[in-house]
């Protein structure tokens, strides 16, 4: 059986232009950029969301049906979770330039990035270990995959700004068809 791939040839040519676009990001050369970007009304307004819905979760829907409702444990999690990403890339840039000859380790952001990626993993744990001696291990994991991978990925389209100006509709071919032939 011989299998052969054949895919419209403005695919690749989109994958160029694509790849043009990647390269146009600028380095992140501070993490006083990574807080500039951290402190934006978007991300603040997602930051208060996400600690209003933490705490109602935590205070509100954990004692009345957290041991019933998979969804508030994981949803506690994955939440958190969210902002422990978006803090460890803040904090790994810091590393990543003080290693550089760069020292990030004497601006006050470091230390708060630092501090905020200890409480959101610590709550995150303890939440998740809450599911999973509750629930099933076959249920939790795949609801907490789906939640903290989509929540992260909306934090950090807010964080960094990606949007359609890195990725504009232009450089997608007309038509994306790919065949397979047996």
């Not at 676009?21 to 951290?38: C, D, F, H, L, R």
């Not at 998979?70 to 803040?90: D, H, N, Q, R, Y």
């Amino acid at each position: 059986m011989k299998y052969e791939l054949k895919y419209n040839s403005g695919l690749s040519s989109s994958i160029k232009k694509l790849e043009e676009y990647i390269k146009q990001e600028s380095p992140i050369i501070s993490v006083q950029e990574i807080w500039a970007m951290a402190t934006q009304p978007a991300f603040l307004l997602y930051l208060g969301s996400v600690i209003v819905l933490v705490v109602l979760l935590i205070l509100y829907f954990a004692p009345r049906c957290g041991h019933t409702n998979v969804l508030v444990f994981t949803g506690i999690c994955s939440l958190m979770g969210s902002l422990s990403v978006m803090s460890v890339k803040a904090l790994g840039t810091a590393l990543k330039l003080t290693f550089e000859g760069k020292n990030q380790l004497v601006y006050l952001e470091t230390w708060f990035f630092m501090f905020i990626v200890a409480t959101c993993v610590i709550i995150q744990m303890n939440y998740l270990n809450k599911a999973l001696d509750m629930f099933n291990t076959a249920v939790v994991s795949p609801i907490y995959f789906v939640m903290f991978t989509s929540l992260t990925i909306i934090a950090s389209v807010i964080l960094f700004k990606v949007s359609m100006h890195l990725y504009p509709l232009h450089c997608l071919p007309d038509s994306s068809v790919v065949t397979v032939k047996l």
